[in-house]
């Protein structure tokens, strides 16, 4: 059985062409992210010795990546975003590759007529890499099952936008590496079980009051003027109306299934655990490279007052591992957040 354990990350800068510009041998602090639906990042801190300072001082925004490693196996990358060199020591921040559709826009018309969601996504990101691909792949992990129109004109919107248009709508993704990894938003398959045992230093369970609408409105076209909704006045939570508007959306019905699949996601009120602040016990029984967002685990915990037993699904990963100094050895801790929406089932 795997267990979280606790790794050991390296990092590695490259160029676009592929070629190294410089390991981090010494690395005093360095930490990774996976988050659903936005731009992970992560942060490396490097004390440069020999010629390494030399080529390290030649690294670039953009031009430059980070790739890092946990016992071996590519866990995160991403183009260099910032940089800031000290007297002994270089902090690097990257985002991962969905950050280069951040700075793309679409490079021709796409019109999408009644069809599953998933086909528009996959669209934006092979279009938005066509010009200029760092290197990337795509992994449809099944259809979204929420079907609409959808119409993209060049020029017109960063494509990270528009992909995330999708991602309130319809689909879930995330970034391991290179590849771009696509859900549906109701995807439940379960990669282990936790328990308050696995969280040693106690977690948080909160109910996301302000993430909840009975009702939604979702209004597309030109000028909003295409409009549709779903849901109303709730028996147990009476009516909270939220309103969206996204111009790709160019007809009622595919309005309407988007406030549909708005209404699952915020009805009931979702509630997630958040472990950021603790360090899942390297004993529980998950391996870390599977956590992956959009993946889920089922979470039983009876610490708090708000008692949970449920199948929520991972909406973000936070490694981080320090050298240590003097007397204090380093460390790596993993850290996890979960949360329940109404697409998760109860378990």
């Excluded at 790739?67 to 995160?76: C, E, F, N, Q, S």
Aim: aromatic share 6%; with cysteine.
């Amino acid at each position: 059985m795997a267990v979280a354990g606790c790794g050991t990350n390296t990092a590695r800068i490259v160029d676009r062409t592929g070629g190294t510009i410089s390991d981090a041998h010494v690395l005093t602090e360095i930490e990774w992210t996976r988050s659903l639906d936005e731009t992970s990042t992560a942060r490396v801190v490097i004390n440069p010795s020999g010629d390494c300072c030399e080529r390290l001082g030649e690294v670039r925004s953009w031009r430059h990546s980070l790739a890092i490693w946990r016992d071996g196996t590519l866990a995160w990358s991403g183009p260099i975003i910032q940089v800031d060199w000290r007297q002994g020591e270089i902090e690097i921040f990257a985002s991962d590759i969905s950050a280069w559709l951040a700075r793309r826009v679409p490079h021709s018309d796409m019109v999408f007529t009644d069809t599953d969601l998933m086909v528009p996504a996959q669209a934006l990101i092979e279009d938005g890499f066509a010009p200029d691909d760092p290197g990337h792949t795509v992994q449809v992990v099944g259809p979204a099952r929420v079907r609409g129109s959808r119409s993209y004109t060049t020029d017109v919107g960063q494509t990270l936008d528009h992909l995330l248009d999708l991602a309130d709508t319809g689909i879930d993704f995330t970034v391991i590496g290179q590849t771009f990894v696509l859900l549906p938003e109701d995807h439940s398959a379960s990669i282990g079980r936790l328990d308050d045992g696995d969280f040693p230093d106690g977690l948080v369970v909160s109910e996301d009051g302000a993430s909840l609408g009975t009702r939604w409105v979702v209004a597309g076209g030109q000028n909003a003027a295409v409009i549709g909704s779903a849901g109303g006045s709730h028996p147990y939570y009476g009516l909270l109306e939220r309103y969206l508007e996204e111009s790709s959306v160019p007809d009622v019905a595919s309005a309407e299934a988007a406030a549909a699949s708005k209404l699952r996601t915020s009805l009931p009120v979702p509630v997630f655990i958040d472990s950021q602040e603790v360090t899942l016990s390297p004993q529980a029984a998950v391996d870390v490279a599977q956590l992956v967002p959009g993946w889920c685990i089922d979470v039983t915990s009876a610490q708090t007052c708000r008692q949970i037993s449920q199948r929520l699904k991972i909406v973000g990963v936070k490694v981080v591992e320090t050298g240590g100094s003097g007397d204090t050895p380093g460390s790596e801790s993993v850290q996890v957040q979960v949360a329940a929406t109404g697409a998760e089932a109860t378990v």
